[in-house]
């Protein structure tokens, strides 16, 4: 069965305690790859194309580590234009399910869709081709060139018309107000500027998507509102963005909506309050205590 339609007889509910507020969706031919634990069919273009422009869909991942289930079934959206969350306690399995989405880590069941087009198998290179860019968690500068050579780097395999190169290079400098910091050494940058940089460089490939793996890790309270007004700014431009972090209330400051992930599974999704005042999440993972 092609995606969209697969997609298009998805069915959502919630259920009680122990399964109240757990994302169930059902897609008949991934019900029967799980069932018959097949590996998932070779990537396609799903004829239904324009239904889910504007949308990056994960369905029903999993992954096994030797006897060891780390994700069961995840399922999660991200449309363009919002910033969603992907958080839980040490150990949910929701750096695996991110690792996932970005291609990091093989899917041993599930889907993943950009735009209607399945990349499940694809490699990283590939889902950038479809307009997925990722920042990682680790400095990912070139240490050895300036602040605008790191830019032209990445616009030289995009861009191929120079003139053009040249004033998406200007563009993003000045966007992300690194201008005057262009023939500056891109290691000697702080945290906050690198972040601006590495930001910068990543939209020079004009994606429609950014996964961002702990964005607050390791920076300090300024930063934190640097890499804050980043994600906004990403957003009013019409990337969907996608942020795992351990950092949690950073991150539910920020986000449309988050995914809780608890042993593996999604325990609930929604936005911020609702995630916050719900009873399992403090139990199981915020605290009593734990405000926004």
């Known amino acids: 069965m092609p995606v969209a339609a697969a997609l298009k007889s998805c069915s959502i509910r919630s259920r009680g305690r122990s399964n109240r507020n757990r994302l169930h969706v059902k897609i008949p031919f991934l019900s029967s790859l799980s069932a018959s634990r097949q590996p998932a069919p070779e990537p396609f273009i799903a004829r239904d194309k324009a239904r889910y422009e504007g949308t990056l869909v994960a369905h029903g991942l999993s992954k096994t580590y030797d006897t060891r289930r780390v994700v069961n079934g995840v399922s999660l959206v991200v449309r363009r234009g919002e910033a969603v969350g992907l958080l839980g306690p040490n150990g949910a399995g929701k750096t695996t399910c991110f690792y996932m989405i970005t291609?990091?880590?093989?899917?041993?069941?599930?889907?993943?869709a950009i735009n209607g087009d399945e990349v499940t198998r694809m490699p990283m290179y590939r889902r950038a081709r479809l307009g997925v860019g990722y920042l990682p968690q680790e400095a990912s500068i070139f240490r050895g060139l300036t602040v605008e050579e790191n830019i032209r780097a990445v616009l030289e395999v995009h861009e191929k018309n120079r003139d053009k190169r040249e004033a998406k290079l200007d563009e993003l400098l000045e966007e992300f107000h690194i201008g005057q910091l262009r023939k500056s050494a891109a290691v000697a940058l702080s945290g906050g500027e690198r972040r601006r940089l590495e930001i910068a460089r990543a939209l020079a490939t004009d994606p429609a998507f950014?996964?961002?793996?702990?964005?607050?890790?390791?920076?300090?309270?300024?930063?934190?509102?640097?890499?804050?007004?980043?994600?906004?700014?990403?957003?009013?431009r019409g990337i969907g963005v996608l942020i795992t972090d351990h950092n949690v209330r950073e991150t539910l400051g920020l986000i449309d909506r988050a995914?809780?992930?608890?042993?593996?599974?999604?325990?609930?999704?929604?936005?911020?309050?609702?995630?916050?005042?719900?009873?399992?999440?403090?139990?199981?993972?915020?605290?009593?205590?734990?405000?926004?």
Do not use: C
């Not at 291609?103 to 993943?112: A, K, Q, S, T």
């Open 103 to 112: 291609g990091l880590v093989p899917v041993d069941e599930g889907m993943i």
């Open 210 to 236: 950014m996964l961002l793996d702990e964005p607050f890790a390791g920076v300090d309270p300024i930063s934190v509102s640097d890499i804050q007004n980043l994600v906004r700014h990403l957003t009013a």
């Open 259 to 292: 995914y809780i992930i608890h042993a593996g599974e999604v325990l609930t999704h929604g936005r911020a309050d609702d995630i916050v005042n719900n009873p399992d999440v403090r139990r199981l993972y915020l605290g009593d205590k734990f405000s926004l």
